[in-house]
Nanobody, 124 residues
Framework: QLQFVESGGGLVQPGGSLRLSCTAS????????IGWFRQAPGKEREGVSC????????????NYADSVKGRFTISRDNAKNTVYLQMNSLKPEDTAFYYC?????????????WGQGTQVTVSS
């Protein structure tokens, strides 16, 4: 099972950008579907994105929540065992704790284990 350490969160003004990083250990990232979800105080968990493993027959599949489509981009660097979430045109409603996670379903953006998270605050 992978272990995740997220970084890159912080305070940003509306319209700004942040890039979150997630370094994995315990296994080779190539074999796993990986993604991000977020949770704001008092709100339910919201799936943000998932991408398929590099070696799967359906490799290259990426799914995004409608709320972030066109603004967020997920990517991976298998050589560094790292996943990224580039977040552009940030809005106050993007404020949440962001977690890197193993995707149990790319289609439905569900997850079964994750890291400690990193806080993202969008505010002027």
């Amino acid at each position: 099972q992978l272990q995740f350490v997220e970084s890159g969160g912080g305070l940003v003004q509306p319209g700004g950008s942040l890039r979150l990083s997630c370094t994995a250990s315990g296994a080779t990232l190539d074999y796993y579907a990986i993604g991000w979800f977020r949770q704001a105080p008092g709100k339910e968990r919201e799936g943000v994105s998932c991408m398929s493993s590099t070696i799967s027959s359906s490799g290259g599949i990426i799914n995004y929540a409608d709320s972030v489509k066109g603004r967020f981009t997920i990517s991976r660097d298998n050589a560094k065992n790292t996943v990224y979430l580039q977040m552009n045109s940030l809005k106050p409603e993007d404020t949440a704790f962001y977690y890197c996670a193993h995707c149990s379903s790319i289609k439905t953006l569900t997850y079964d284990y994750w890291g400690q998270g990193t806080q993202v605050t969008v505010s002027s």
